[in-house]
């Protein structure tokens, strides 16, 4: 009769069922491996993401320190400068005006640039160049020192000091050289660190931008294929039961 009207017999139903069936199980567990491999995909992202993100703080660390460091640089030395200038002030004031009081400017002047000085070898011992230059600036300021409290010791004596007020002498000059020489080398160095600072910053913000928006779409991508998977089981199931 099943002949008759058309139908499979109940053996070949049964068997396009089963065959039918096991084309979806087939499809189903390939799909949720596929949502598996997204998902694990995703998580590996999101630890190298988070590495890259670890080393670039710790990179950028060191370079904002860097960058303090050389502003602390030409913070001293202008400090040095402006010791110095407060020195020959001092000096000049005691013998234009003979008030006591500028000796005490003077050596105090003379105390702080001593401090400033050993100061700055400290800061510069992580540059050759840069120290070498901080000694120089070094020996001329102990130079012009000694030169100014010899004028006064002079000038305690009763020695004409003319030529002691003109502030435009060979070490004054020396030791402006060598600020000048520092301060540009260490804005060099300041820029050259400034920068690689904002291109680490830049480079991390994009890897890690870019690693979490990858892993999204691999989670999004997984979230739908494990609905797709769940979806495709019910049929399968529906499918069986009818056989």
Known sequence: ERRLSGLPDLPSFNGLLL???????????????????FFFSGLIIVAVVGVVAFEAINRLRDNTALVVHSNEVLTTLASVDAEIDKGSSARRGLILSRDSAFLIVFQTARDNADDLVDHLRELTQDNPDQLRLAEQVASAEA??????????????????????????????????????????????ILADREWRAERTEIAADLAIGGGFALALALFFMAARLSVRAACEHPARHRLLSER
Do not use: Q, W
């Not at 007020?165 to 060099?188: C, F, K, Q």
């Open 19 to 37: 065959d039918k069936a096991g084309t979806i199980s087939t499809k189903t567990y390939g799909v949720a491996c596929t949502a598996r491999l």
């Open 143 to 188: 130079g012009r020192f000694a030169e100014m409290k010899a004028s006064l010791d002079a000038f305690g004596a009763g020695k004409p000091l003319r030529r002691e007020l003109n502030p435009h002498d060979a070490t004054a000059r020396a030791i402006r050289t060598g600020l000048l020489a520092l301060v540009s080398e260490e804005h060099r």
